[in-house]
Every structure is written in structure tokens, then in C-alpha cells.
Nanobody
Framework: QVQLVESGGGLVQPGGSLRLSCAASGLTFSRYAMSWYRQAPGKERELVAAITSVGGRTNYADSVKGRFTISRDNAKNTVYLQMNSLKPEDTAVYYC?????????WGQGTEVTVSS
């Protein structure tokens, strides 16, 4: 049974930083690409960042390029999202996701609020 558990969310002031973690179990973590999504109130869930299984190639939503960094530690079965220069519009619930065909598996989410 694949399980994803996010942590690291919270309340932060504009311009601040947070690091989210997603611990995975029930799969051979190193074989799978991982991604972070977010969903703001009243909006659809959107892709924030993704990282490949091999080579660690990354891609980002335009809105977070240069501010967010996705990384992974295959020894710890964990994917991270370092978020810097946070803005109020980054406020959302952040989810990690893995696609293990034919299913997508999601964590429960961690809430990030950027406010003064």
C-alpha cells in the first residue's frame, strides 16, 4: 500500500521560507518520479514542481521558478520542496503525488499560509 505523508507547512510572513517534506512508503521510491501540487481556496489543484526518478531532472510552474526547489533523498524515501521568497498567493494546501500505474497516489496535504 503506497502512502505519502507531507509535513512542514505552517504560517509564514511574506518573504519567508518553508521546507516541505513528503515521506513515501509502500513503493520502491527511487524508481518513481515525484511531484508537488497545490490547491488554493476556490481554485483547481495545480502542479508546482516535479522531479524525475533518475537523474533528478526538475520542472517548475512559472509562478514558482527561481523561488522553489524540489529535491529528493532516495535513501530516506523523501521528496522535499524548499520554498523561498514566499508570497501571499502561495497560500494553499500542498500535496505530493506519485504515479504508480494505473493509479495516482496523493498525500493528505500540508497547509501553507503566507500572511503578515
Amino acid at each position: 500500500q503506497v502512502q505519502l505523508v507531507e509535513s512542514g507547512g505552517g504560517l509564514v510572513q511574506p518573504g519567508g521560507s518553508l521546507r516541505l517534506s513528503c515521506a513515501a512508503s509502500g513503493l520502491t521510491f527511487s524508481r518513481y518520479a515525484m511531484s508537488w501540487y497545490r490547491q488554493a481556496p476556490g481554485k483547481e489543484r495545480e502542479l508546482v514542481a516535479a522531479i524525475t526518478s533518475v537523474g533528478g531532472r526538475t520542472n517548475y510552474a512559472d509562478s514558482v521558478k527561481g523561488r522553489f526547489t524540489i529535491s529528493r533523498d532516495n535513501a530516506k524515501n523523501t521528496v522535499y520542496l524548499q520554498m523561498n521568497s514566499l508570497k501571499p498567493e502561495d497560500t494553499a494546501v500542498y500535496y505530493c503525488k506519485v504515479h504508480q500505474a494505473p493509479f495516482d497516489y496523493w498525500g493528505q496535504g500540508t497547509e501553507v499560509t503566507v500572511s503578515s
